[in-house]
């Protein structure tokens, strides 16, 4: 049995080195070098090239490198039958948690706007928002955004969510299904996008779903690019519908050159990089599976295919 890291950022060493170090009894390899593949039971991977697992034939489970698994079922070739887990983790939940304070707390004190009138040397004060006059709405009530939720209760700020299956989450009000999502959006003045990108959730961020938002609403999307329509998001922002978003994810990554985000003044945007997997917080739970999937155990932080999240 064996450990095989694929993926194809500057990464691939950091984490084929904290595995290794981790438990030294346990033979890791990146795919790059020279390996036997047929020794290989685990494949630990983020955004691996489309075809590259289907190397492995006694390959006993998928280990997602980050918190979403949607790249993984993008890959047909992908063996079918085995277990899928993903990174859940304290720190990917609090960083993510402060990325999206940071976000709001920047657009109610207009401090995007300000650094634009900066370069432009343009002195103009603009109203600011209160956090007791401002409700945040949470898609995906999950690991992310059930923390997320209930920090920026504790800041004050009115904090609803919405999820597939009902939440119960000290401070913040929360729906679930079609049919109480219109009640959520006419209530939000700032949508969090956490969910998971599946194909019940693609193109989720849409004219209709946007629409429904009060005027001037403000839209963060830090769960995947293929949630946004993003031709619906710009007509909305040129409409004056809302009056700005910050995204952190985008269909293609990174984003082309071309793509009208990049000179649109009310798209913020971040290189998704809002909340990143911590080797040193994440390694031992990734050995830990390998020990189990080695006895047999149950694997922890299992996805669950059906759902693809
Ligand atoms: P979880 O799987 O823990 O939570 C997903 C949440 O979304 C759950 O509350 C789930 O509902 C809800 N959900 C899923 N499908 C639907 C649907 N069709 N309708 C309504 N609600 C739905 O995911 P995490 O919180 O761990 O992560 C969320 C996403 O964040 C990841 O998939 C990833 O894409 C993104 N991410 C982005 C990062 C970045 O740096 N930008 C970093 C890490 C993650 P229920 O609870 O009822 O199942
Ligand atoms: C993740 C991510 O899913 O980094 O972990 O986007």
């Known amino acids: 049995m064996a450990i095989v890291v694929i993926r194809q950022d500057d990464r691939i060493d950091l984490w084929k080195n904290a595995l290794q170090n981790a438990d030294t009894s346990v033979k890791v390899y990146s795919y790059l070098e020279e390996h036997p593949k047929e020794e290989i039971s685990m494949a630990v991977i983020w955004k691996h090239p489309k075809g590259s697992l289907a190397d492995y ?4 489970c998928i280990a997602s490198a980050g918190a979403g698994v949607d790249y993984i079922f993008e890959d047909d070739t992908r063996p079918k039958n ?25 657009h109610l004190k207009n401090l995007n706007i300000y650094k634009l009138d900066q370069v432009s040397h343009v002195w103009e004060p603009k109203q ?11 898609l995906g009530l999950g690991e992310l955004g059930a923390l997320t939720a209930s920090d920026l209760s504790s800041f004050n700020f009115n904090v609803q969510g919405w999820s597939r299956s009902k939440k119960d989450i000290e401070g913040v009000q929360t729906f679930a299904g ?47 690019g293929g949630h946004m329509v993003d031709d619906d998001l710009i007509a909305l922002l040129d409409s004056g519908h809302l009056s700005g978003a910050c ?19 009310k798209v ?42």
């Open 57 to 60: 034939p006694n390959l006993k």
């Open 82 to 106: 085995i277990p899928i887990t993903r990174i859940v983790d304290p720190y990917l939940a609090s960083d993510m948690s402060e990325h999206v304070l940071a976000v709001i707390l920047a």
């Open 128 to 138: 600011y928002m209160r956090i007791k006059d401002v409700t945040i709405g949470i």
């Open 178 to 224: 079609a049919e109480e999502q219109k009640e959520f959006l006419n209530a939000t003045n700032i949508l969090v996008c956490l969910l998971p990108l599946t194909p019940a959730t693609e193109g989720i961020l849409n004219k209709e779903l946007l629409s429904q938002l009060p005027k001037n609403a403000f839209v963060i999307n830090v769960a995947r």
């Open 247 to 265: 995204l952190d994810v985008y269909h293609t990554e990174p984003l082309p050159k071309s793509h009208p985000f990049w000179n649109h003044k």
């Open 268 to 309: 913020h945007m971040t290189p998704h990089y809002a909340s990143v997997s911590d080797t040193n917080s994440v390694i031992p739970q990734i050995i830990e599976n390998y020990k189990r999937l080695s006895s047999g155990e149950k694997l922890q932080n299992l996805v669950d295919s059906d759902k693809g999240y």
